[in-house]
């Protein structure tokens, strides 16, 4: 993929490996369950941003918002790959943040915080508000509802970036006038490829351009109600 790394990143990668598979057993953190296909189907394709121009410069000191990282992906290969950077797990469940906390401590990831939060509550909040150069999400939840839960995030100028399979070409269809009311703009599709893996796998890439307005994100039941379009 052309990603350089050093010797005890790798180590890192390896031990997150296997800590995941180990407790994927109990905490149902991914659904591919052997080494080979956690490296490939979920390492890799985390790294994926590196290997193209859409990760170029996140090794610069920036902020990185992970929005609903679960088992630590994408979040936590890009915190063993970029170590100027500070990146930032925001996840709901307890189960799953304890897992966070473990990963971090067993790697030792300075640049790593985790956050135990619901995203649209935490985007509320001044702290955290448009306080982040990138923002990233892959495998959340439905399309329109990820809009409104991570563009508030985003600081202007910066970009949110999703991982996507093919549906994204549907996805994209039912944005309608959902990014220009958050504040964002359509970026770029940045088709990717993965060692070993026969998927397609693409990096949807969202600008935001202007401050989100107040409202939003609103409460999840009524985002769940009636999805921006």
């Known amino acids: 993929m052309g990603i350089r790394y050093e010797r005890d990143q790798l180590k890192s990668i390896i031990q997150y490996r296997d800590l995941l598979a180990e407790k994927n057993k109990y905490l149902n953190l991914i659904g591919q369950t052997d080494r080979t296909g956690i490296i490939r189907r979920h390492i890799l394709d985390c790294l994926a941003p590196l290997s193209c121009r859409v990760g170029k410069a996140w090794d610069r000191g920036i902020k990185i918002l992970d929005i609903g990282s679960g088992g630590g992906l994408p979040g936590i290969p890009l915190a063993i790959m970029l170590k100027k950077a500070a990146i930032f797990l925001l996840e709901k469940s307890m189960k799953k943040t304890a897992f966070l906390e473990e990963a971090k401590e067993l790697l030792s990831l300075e640049n790593l915080t985790v956050i135990r939060a619901r995203a649209e509550e935490l985007a509320r909040e001044t702290r955290w508000r448009q306080r982040f150069q990138v923002v990233t999400a892959r495998a959340v939840t439905r ?19 999703f991982y996507k ?21 359509m970026g770029e599709l940045v088709e990717t490829e993965v060692p070993g893996l026969d998927e397609y796998r693409a990096l949807l890439v969202i600008d935001k351009e202007k401050n989100t307005p107040g409202e939003f994100p609103r409460r999840f039941s009524q985002i769940k109600k009636r999805e921006l379009k």
């Open 143 to 161: 399309f329109n509802i990820l809009l409104e839960i991570s563009i508030p995030f985003c600081s202007i100028n910066g970009k949110i970036v």
């Open 165 to 185: 399979s093919r549906k994204v070409f549907s996805e994209i269809k039912t944005m309608g006038r959902a990014l220009d009311a958050l504040g964002g703009r």
